[in-house]
C-alpha cells in the first residue's frame, strides 16, 4: 500500500471502493477472501439453526483468516481493515456480492 492511499482519509465510501478494489488485484487473494466471506455465511447459518453461539466465534476467523491469508501470502501488501476497518467491512461485502453476481471477475485487475 503506497503512503499516501495510508494518509488518505476516505469521506465516503464510494471514495473508499477503488482503492479497496485496488488492494485486492490478486486472483488468489480475492478467491481467499470469497471463500472466507461464504464460510461467514455459513458459520451465522449454523449459529441460527443450531442456536449455538461457538459457531459465532468461527466468523471473525473464517473471514479474516482466509481474507489475511491472501494479503499476506499471495497480495503481499496490508490489508486494508487495519487501517479503514468500517469502509474494509463493507468493500469485503460489496466485493462478495461484485463476484457472486460476475459484475467483477476474480482475475481482474482492479
Known amino acids: ?21 485496488s488492494e485486492h488485484r490478486n486472483a488468489t487473494c480475492r478467491t481467499l477472501h470469497f471463500i472466507g466471506s461464504s464460510l461467514v455465511l455459513v458459520a451465522l447459518a449454523m449459529a441460527l439453526v443450531t442456536r449455538n453461539a461457538w459457531w ?4 471473525p476467523l473464517a473471514g479474516y483468516g482466509f481474507a489475511w491469508a491472501g494479503h499476506f501470502f499471495f497480495e503481499k501488501n ?31 485487475r482492479g
Open 1 to 21: 500500500m503506497s503512503e499516501s492511499a495510508l494518509e488518505k482519509q476516505y469521506q465516503t465510501f464510494g471514495d473508499f471502493y477503488p482503492y479497496y478494489l
Open 56 to 59: 459465532f466465534a468461527a466468523m
Open 78 to 108: 496490508r490489508p486494508a481493515t487495519f487501517t479503514y476497518p468500517l469502509y474494509s467491512f463493507a468493500g469485503d461485502w460489496v466485493m462478495y456480492f461484485q463476484l457472486l453476481v460476475g459484475k467483477i471477475k476474480f482475475n481482474a
